[in-house]
């Protein structure tokens, strides 16, 4: 890990430019972890508007050793989600020894630098993911709130590798509405529950928020998974009790008629060809 003094901190970019501040915020994690302090290290300084920097790679060995040192879970857990959050942000394209994308922190400080800060990286990520069996423990027992649940599948997801299932996810948070895109057509597939059962999900050519009295499509469920990484989210959120998703995969997984072009479609390849 970068010491805490160490002048590199100055010269990793952020979304304000130098980074200075930042080991003063871990330090002050380290010694007592606090939620308002960690929520201005993420917010404004690791995961800015939805962006990740060089300075979030150098932080993640930090918050790895909070992690796996607290005795408290809960910290654990929203650490564990967090940095799932921040890896399923990480370009899929990036590999060793770093990020192409830091061709100007290589000239500012070195390429020796950048080799150090991307492995410890990837090494803290390892340590957070060794911590899920604990995480899903953990929310399956004292986690009530399902948005909290569909985080903790995010995060999964991502230390896994499966950063469009990741970030599919992360986009639609909440749940009960997706959005996909005919192959044969482009155009928008609105995923809707219906009104009378939210169990079911339909299909609309318009977002059924703003037009509403639409005719809509009926989706035929998947009686079985057939794509493992359904199954293997599916289990997953079995096991953490997020049972709105449990209940939509067969949804997510069938086939509708596209509203526009009236093509018969796979929901699940639709839905995850936007992240792709």
Known sequence: MLKPNSNIWGKLPGPYGSSENVPVLLQQLMRQYSQEVFDELFQEHLFHQNTIYPVTYAA?????????STSDAEVRKELFINCGIIEASRDRRDEAPFPESWAELVEEAGSSVCTELYREYIEAIGRIKALTKEAFAYTAYHCADETEK????????AYRGSYVLANMLLTFINGA???????A??????????EQNPEILQAYEHDPVFHTGQESQVIFPAASFADEEIRMIAERAEAIGEQSLARHLHYLAGETLCPSCHEKISVWPSLLNIFT
């Open 60 to 68: 993640m060995p930090f918050l790895a050793q909070i992690a796996c």
């Open 150 to 157: 569909r985080y903790i599948l995010v995060a999964d997801a």
């Open 177 to 183: 509405e997706y959005v996909a895109v005919c192959p």
């Open 185 to 194: 057509c482009e155009e928008d597939v609105f995923i809707w529950p219906n």
